[in-house]
């Protein structure tokens, strides 16, 4: 069974646990696109990986590890994360597959990151500062990419990278040198520093290097058990996300056949990661978000604070409209729900079922309006254009106005982390998966309720 496991939201949905658990009749776990800005938390026992680019199967010494093209490799996080398990005594030697077409992040490229953060002011981004999107767009205009491979000519290498920091750094003097922001002043980069960093990462890192496409084909061609981890969320993707306050890369199921050269004609089931509500860290729209005391709630209770950047996370309520887009454009077979734990203590939770895009009316009268257009009438007759919609407005105007409208169930008091049976649940937390389920038109067969592997219900 080749398995792919997607986040449907704007990522931290808990996508380590369930690749996690899910990894455990896996023999290969692949990371496909997306670099060292996601952060995927696995805890096995007592101790917790925070891991941003190997595979969450890592941490299963059966496991083989693969990191394919389209990630983007920040050499230090990499060699950083395998010495860090490594000293938990888990070895990937062996077992760790790195692409040599994957493409290399280097300091350059995280200054850029910082350097147009700093100057956008308030209209910034929001980035983790990994240096995601410049490296990405280092890749898209071809000549000042690095890739892994690369690092097995040291000599060619030494070359390009003159080139390249010259380059650099010509560029971020003109553009940043007078600009505001606190890191303007700009000390000149050095290739050779540069250089000598690379000459570690090659020591360390091409061992591991390899044409990870071909070993994927012979893989499936041998019948092994693939399991192909999403970075980020639907919501982040280039192309299908909440532009321009999106990642740099297809993180969207979509990313998958493209990102690891694996077509989805060889996967078996598409499983989207969502929380029982919504988080979103950086900038923009999030119709659901509750910046008060609910959503302080949901902070407090769910630990909602970014495993990269460690900033507090924007949360919200379960937003169904951009869950049913997440799930239509992912071919999303069936949904893994987390932290149901974190919503007790509510005595009443929300989902949102529509968006107002008029703002001049209020959600309640835009639905007794839609509720009045939707009355059955014969295809003929003209009906007028309702402000509710149903279908998520990725286009950022349209989804900036965007009014969330709900439906309100009764919540439960109940502490659910040692619930190990759907039966077993409070009433109204079954009624809110119910629920969930009905809107979105897929089952829930995931119901995380609290960090550990063992805080999980199954459903068939
Ligand atoms: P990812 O990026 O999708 O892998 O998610 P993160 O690891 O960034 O954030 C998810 C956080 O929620 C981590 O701290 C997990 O340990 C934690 N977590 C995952 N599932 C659950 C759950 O069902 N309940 C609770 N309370 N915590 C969970
Ligand atoms: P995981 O895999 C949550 C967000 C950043 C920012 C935007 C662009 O842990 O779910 P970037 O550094 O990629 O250029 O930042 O994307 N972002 C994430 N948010 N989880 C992630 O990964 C994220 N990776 C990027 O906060 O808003
Ligand atoms: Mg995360």
């Known amino acids: 069974m080749n398995l792919c496991v997607v986040g449907l939201q704007w990522g931290d949905e808990g ?188 020591d360390k890192l091409l061992p591991f290097t390899t044409d990870t496409t071909e070993f994927l084909h012979n893989s499936i061609a041998l019948e092994k058990s693939i399991l192909f981890e999403g970075a980020q969320g639907t919501l982040l993707d280039l192309d299908h996300g909440t532009f321009p306050y999106v990642t740099s890369s297809n993180s969207s199921a979509l990313g998958m056949p493209a990102g690891c050269g694996v077509p989805t004609k060889f996967i078996d089931k598409f499983i989207g990661v969502a929380k029982a509500y919504t988080t979103r860290v950086g900038a923009g729209p999030f119709p659901t978000e509750q910046d008060n005391d609910i959503g302080q709630y949901i902070r407090d209770r769910g630990h909602e604070y970014g495993t990269t950047t460690g900033r507090p996370r924007r949360c919200g309520w379960f937003d169904a409209v951009a869950l049913s887009y997440a799930v239509r454009i992912g071919a999303i077979d069936e949904l893994a729900l987390m932290h149901l734990d974190t919503l007790a203590g509510l005595s009443e939770v929300k989902i949102c079922t529509a968006y107002n895009l008029k703002t001049e009316d209020s959600p309640q009268d835009a639905l007794r309006q839609r509720q009045k257009t939707e009355a059955p009438s014969p295809p003929s007759v003209f009906r007028p254009p309702s402000s509710v919609v149903t279908w998520f407005p990725a286009n950022i105007d349209r989804l900036s106005k965007a009014q969330a409208i709900y439906e309100t169930v009764p919540g439960w008091d109940q502490d659910l982390t040692e619930v190990k049976d759907f039966t077993k649940l409070p009433p109204n937390a079954q009624n809110y998966i119910s629920r969930i389920e009905k809107v979105i038109g897929r089952p829930i067969t995931i119901i995380g309720v609290g960090p550990k592997r063992s805080q999980t219900i199954f459903r068939q």
């Open 15 to 202: 996508k380590g646990k369930v690749v996690d658990i899910l990894s455990e009749h896996s023999d290969i776990v692949v990371r496909y696109s997306g670099g060292s800005n996601a952060g995927h938390t696995v805890v096995v026992g007592d101790t917790r990986f925070a891991l941003h680019l190997l595979p969450s199967g890592s941490v299963r010494p059966n496991v083989k590890c693969v990191i394919t093209n389209a990630v983007v490799v920040d050499p230090e996080v990499l060699i950083n994360e395998i010495e860090t398990i490594a000293n938990k005594g888990i070895t990937l030697k062996g077992r760790l597959l790195i692409s040599e077409n994957a493409h290399v992040v280097l300091d350059y490229h995280k200054k850029e990151d910082q350097l147009r953060e700093d100057s956008l002011g308030k209209n910034k981004i929001g980035t983790t500062i990994r240096g995601i999107g410049p490296c990405y767009a280092d890749k898209a205009g071809r000549s000042h990419a690095v890739r892994m491979g690369d690092l097995r000519n040291l000599n060619k290498l030494k070359i390009k990278l003159q080139a390249i920091v010259d380059y650099k750094n010509k560029v971020f003097t003109a553009v940043y040198q007078k600009t505001e922001a606190p890191s303007s002043v700009i000390a000149a980069l050095s290739a050779d520093d540069i250089f000598e960093k690379c000459k570690t990462y090659a």
